[in-house]
């Protein structure tokens, strides 16, 4: 049922397709409306968006935080008495690039005894403290490696999301490439069928003329009938199958699936460069190479975090401030102001550290595989450039040898049917001279496209495919932002 309903929609297709003028398009102008349409061209663009924000997140790691605190708390000593103490503090700090930590505090806490200890205890008392204190590492830590680091892995993530991205657009620039092509191939055999259709019945037409006259047989008309009849149905299974791939392309694009569409043929050739030229652009826009450099990146920031975290902790600690104590007393009111401040250091060592040496060796082997895996591609890409040169050049020469081979079969042809027109050839040696000439047209055709394909390849991987495309870029500003978070909740 559903192929019956599919193969009506193809020939129903194939009839409209037959009467209305089909829209020529180039691979580029297929390509740009693919790009226009396509999702996951988006999704890609978006995801490199969402990867530079990884770099905002580990800046803000040098950020100021603060911090407050408010409590009470009721107290009773040995001896009986309840005090009340109610205390509340804020400070400031903030991470340095140098691996320190600085940081402001400010604080004022009051007790309230319900007996008085002694005439120069004051009671309620208040206790007001300023002071700025800073951490220095001296070994693990030094130079804030894991700030360092994480732009690092930051720049690494931008950078795997970019190759996605362009994997991405090559795969769909690959797949939009042998499409158009197949439907380039297709239509190439229908106008070679054409031609033959054509050639056919003029041939009909004079023996017919012929045969009303009793100059020719039968046979003769009845050769030529049964050729057209093979040939005409030959033509519709190409249209069915040419339509397939229209429809195909048409999906790609976002257009009505019954939209005619024809493949320009032309061949633009590239301006080449030398094979170092070619192989050099290869390697600047290989999405694989990207990906690796990545891996690299990501390996040499693994090597240092684990060099860092198998040190000891040696930190300097220093702190000075100011203390400011305010009460009544019995004598009278007390109020003083007192400098404090301090220094100390601190050290601990890992006693084990059979741990972080094996998370050392594993990011040596990262690297160690990362390097070959970028040997590989490194040597695929010289054969794959070095290859399509050599079949560019060699489909060149080929195309002078088909262009020489058809003038060969028409000229071949033209001179047979002057000898037919005087009775000294059969009508079967007129039929097979033209289905040589058809293969000689329809065989340069096909080298034609096969040229363009190798063009086409030549340029996906060094990605000048994409020199004429207007690539999509998506950024969300604040208005956007929180718009979407507004609508999300």
């Given at each position: ?236 299974s190409l249209q069915v199958a040419m339509q397939k791939q229209v429809i195909s392309l048409n999906r790609l694009m976002g257009r009505s699936w019954d939209k005619p569409l024809l493949a320009d043929t ?224």
């Amino acid at each position: 049922m559903k192929s019956g309903f599919l193969n009506m929609m193809l020939i129903s297709f194939s009839l409209f397709v037959s009467n209305v003028s089909a829209q020529n398009l180039s691979l580029q102008q297929v390509l740009q409306r693919v790009v226009d349409h396509y999702p996951s061209i988006k999704s890609a663009a978006l995801q490199v968006q969402k990867a530079s924000q990884e770099n905002i997140k580990v800046e803000s790691q040098l950020s100021w935080l603060m911090n407050s605190n408010a409590g009470y708390a009721r107290e009773t000593s040995l001896f009986g008495t309840a005090t009340d103490r109610y205390n509340l503090g804020a400070g400031v700090n903030r991470s340095l690039d140098n691996g320190g930590l600085l940081g402001f505090n400010a604080s004022i806490s009051r007790e309230d005894a319900t007996d008085t200890f002694g005439p120069t205890i004051p009671n309620p008392a208040t206790k007001t403290r300023v002071d700025v204190n800073y951490r220095h590492k001296f070994a693990k830590g030094a130079g804030n490696p894991s700030y360092e680091e994480g732009l690092e892995s930051a720049q690494a993530g931008e950078l795997i999301a970019l190759s996605d991205k362009l994997s991405l657009y090559d795969q769909l620039a690959s797949q939009v490439i042998e499409l158009y092509l197949a439907m380039a191939t297709t239509q190439a055999r229908i106008n070679s069928i054409d031609k033959t259709i054509d050639r056919a019945q003029r041939l009909k037409k004079y023996i017919e003329d012929e045969f009303k006259l009793g100059l020719s047989e039968e046979k003769d008309v009845l050769q030529v009938n049964a050729r057209l009849r093979i040939n005409e149905a030959d033509k519709k299974s190409l249209q069915v199958a040419m339509q397939k791939q229209v429809i195909s392309l048409n999906r790609l694009m976002g257009r009505s699936w019954d939209k005619p569409l024809l493949a320009d043929t032309k061949v633009i050739r590239s301006d080449l460069k030398t094979y170092i030229e070619l192989y050099q652009q290869s390697q600047s826009h290989s999405p694989a190479l990207k990906r690796i450099d990545a891996r690299l990146q990501l390996a040499d920031s693994s090597i240092r975090s684990s060099r860092d975290k198998r040190k000891d902790d040696l930190d300097l600690i220093l702190y000075i401030g100011n203390e400011f104590n305010e009460g009544d007393t019995t004598n009278g009111d007390l109020d003083e102001s007192e400098i404090v401040g301090g220094i100390s250091v601190e050290f601990n060592r890992g006693l084990d550290k059979s741990g972080f040496d094996a998370d050392l060796r594993q990011a040596h082997y990262d690297k160690g595989i990362a390097l070959e895996d970028k040997k590989q591609i490194l040597e695929d890409l010289q054969y794959e450039v070095s290859s399509l040169l050599a079949e560019i050049q060699s489909s060149e020469l080929a195309l002078t040898a088909f262009k020489n081979s058809v003038k060969a079969e028409d000229e071949k042809l033209e001179e047979a049917l002057t000898r037919y027109k005087d009775g000294r050839i059969e009508t079967d040696r007129i039929i097979d001279f033209e289905s040589q000439l058809s293969v000689a047209e329809l065989s340069f055709d096909l080298q034609t496209i096969e040229l363009i394909r190798r063009y086409h390849q030549l340029n996906l991987i060094r990605g000048f495919i994409w020199k004429d495309i207007l690539l999509p870029e998506f950024t969300f500003d604040d208005k956007t932002f929180t718009g979407l978070q507004e609508r999300n909740n």
